[in-house]
């Protein structure tokens, strides 16, 4: 099978590994990829927003499956190019990836299809926004109802901040803080058929202890030792295949990735967000305990056959997955400071602690960072102390200037 990643973060070097490790992949492609992706797959300068090249690439390609990574090409009609070309495409329609793309179109889905989130309103005027504040009290949870890389949404016990970013946002939802720890469930669906993956955990905000500001992500791990072993049947019951389900009753069946973001608080589980592809950073720990090859999967949600294949089967191992950021981060980042130390991970790391390249560019011989989340260090282990001691193990042998990352990943999980 001929294989085009759209993409060029560690989601995608993450999908790129596993894809380049099963053996039913004879080519793999990606575009526009980064320096990392480069060690497994061939680069094509490509923009990954622009549908008609893509599918043009993946044509002159002869691929027999497009992956498109990240929401922004999902949400600017990506796999609907490389559909109508006749190519088999993983990544749902424009009008199907607005479950991400806005955030009161989610709350609607959510709504006719009973699923449960928090109780919120859609804001336009100064007037709607006070009353909604109002009404829910601190803490206040605002969030821009457009893409925001993770980080239009506020949270905060200041009434004025609240405003002030509720303001600033152009069409607002305001909603009911969320109690309790958070999970990431991601689905594999072909628009009926739902197969769940594993649970995994994000850590959202830039500092330990969860301080800071909201981030794309700073780490990860799975499995959840905390977690009731039941959570997985419970979410595809109540969350994800009835959100599947209203998006076909709607005409636009749901092909890909449905990432739900969940808050498991005290009256239960509720959806805090969906995103339409794989998350980032949890994507680098749930594959690194996937045990089936990952291709045919992939191209049976594409071609809407997923009926015929058995559910998952995962690894014992667990996995942590540790981001290194730029300095300044989540704000514009530093870019362009040598990365040095790659080597020695690749010599005295892999394979329980491999380097997944994020914001990475090549420069002469030099490999240079070129984004706010840089890169993430991903290790397995035969728990989560042994898969975070490898990870960390391996995060101190990288040298970039500046740079900042989380020293508590998955700590409280490993029981330290
Ligand atoms: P989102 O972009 O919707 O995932 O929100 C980013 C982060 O803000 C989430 O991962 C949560 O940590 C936090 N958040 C969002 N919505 C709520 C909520 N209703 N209650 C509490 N925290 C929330
Ligand atoms: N890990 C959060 C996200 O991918 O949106």
């Known amino acids: 099978?001929?294989?085009?990643?759209?993409?060029?973060?560690?989601?995608?070097?993450?999908?790129?590994?596993?894809?380049?490790?099963?053996?039913?992949?004879?080519?793999?492609?990606?575009?526009?990829?980064?320096?990392?992706?480069?060690?497994?797959?061939?680069?094509?300068?490509?923009?990954?927003?622009?549908?008609?090249?893509?599918?043009?690439?993946?044509?002159?390609?002869?691929?027999?499956?497009?992956?498109?990574?990240?929401?922004?090409?999902?949400?600017?009609?990506?796999a609907d190019a490389v559909r109508a070309a006749g190519i088999p495409c993983f990544g749902p329609s424009q009008e199907a990836a607005l479950l991400e793309g806005s955030k009161a179109f989610a709350k609607d889905v959510m709504a006719a299809a009973g699923v449960p989130t928090a109780r919120s309103y859609v804001c336009r005027t100064p007037e709607e926004i006070d009353e909604a504040l109002d009404a829910f009290g601190a803490p206040y949870v605002v969030k821009d109802d457009g893409l925001a890389a993770g980080k239009g949404v506020v949270v905060t016990d200041d009434v004025e901040q609240a405003r002030a970013h509720a303001r600033s946002c152009d069409r607002v939802v305001i909603e009911e803080f969320l109690d309790g720890p958070e999970?990431?469930?991601?689905?594999?669906?072909?628009?009926?058929?739902?197969?769940?993956?594993?649970?995994?955990?994000?850590?959202?905000?830039?500092?330990?202890?969860?301080?800071?500001p909201n981030t794309g992500g700073m780490g990860a791990y799975s499995p959840l030792p905390w977690a009731d072993p039941k959570?997985?049947?419970?979410?595809?019951?109540?969350?994800?295949?009835?959100?599947?389900?209203?998006?076909?009753?709607?005409?636009?069946?749901?092909?890909?990735?449905?990432?739900?973001?969940?808050?498991?608080?005290?009256?239960?589980?509720?959806?805090?967000?969906?995103?339409?592809?794989?998350?980032?950073?949890?994507?680098?720990?749930?594959?690194?305990?996937?045990?089936?090859?990952?291709?045919?999967?992939?191209?049976?949600?594409?071609?809407?056959?997923?009926?015929s294949e058995p559910p998952l089967t995962w690894r014992d191992d667990a996995a942590v997955t540790v981001v290194v950021a730029s300095h300044n981060y989540p704000d514009t980042p530093r870019t362009g400071d040598p990365i040095e130390g790659l080597d020695e991970v690749a010599a005295q790391d892999e394979p329980h602690a491999y380097v997944l390249h994020a914001g990475t560019a090549r420069d002469g011989d030099a490999i240079v960072s070129a984004g706010g989340r840089v890169l993430s260090v991903t290790a397995t282990g035969k728990d989560l102390a042994e898969a975070r001691s490898r990870a960390y193990a391996a995060v101190g042998r990288i040298r970039l200037d500046g740079s900042q990352h989380r020293t508590d990943i998955a700590r409280k999980a490993a029981g330290e």
Do not use: W
Request: with cysteine; proline share 6%; glycine share 10%.
């Open 183 to 212: 999970v990431s469930l991601f689905a594999i669906t072909d628009g009926t058929t739902v197969l769940p993956l594993t649970p995994a955990q994000d850590f959202k905000r830039a500092l330990d202890g969860d301080q800071g």
């Open 231 to 307: 959570l997985v049947d419970e979410v595809m019951e109540s969350v994800l295949q009835p959100t599947v389900d209203e998006l076909r009753r709607r005409g636009t069946p749901f092909q890909g990735l449905l990432y739900a973001g969940l808050a498991i608080t005290s009256r239960g589980v509720r959806v805090i967000e969906f995103n339409a592809r794989f998350g980032d950073p949890e994507t680098q720990v749930v594959l690194a305990r996937l045990r089936t090859p990952l291709a045919r999967v992939l191209l049976h949600a594409a071609d809407g056959t997923l009926d």
């Open 1 to 78: 099978m001929k294989v085009l990643v759209i993409g060029g973060g560690a989601r995608e070097h993450a999908l790129c590994r596993s894809l380049s490790l099963d053996p039913d992949v004879t080519a793999l492609h990606c575009a526009p990829g980064n320096a990392g992706i480069a060690e497994v797959a061939e680069l094509h300068p490509v923009d990954a927003l622009d549908g008609v090249a893509v599918a043009r690439l993946a044509t002159g390609l002869e691929a027999d499956l497009v992956v498109v990574g990240p929401e922004a090409p999902l949400v600017a009609g990506v």
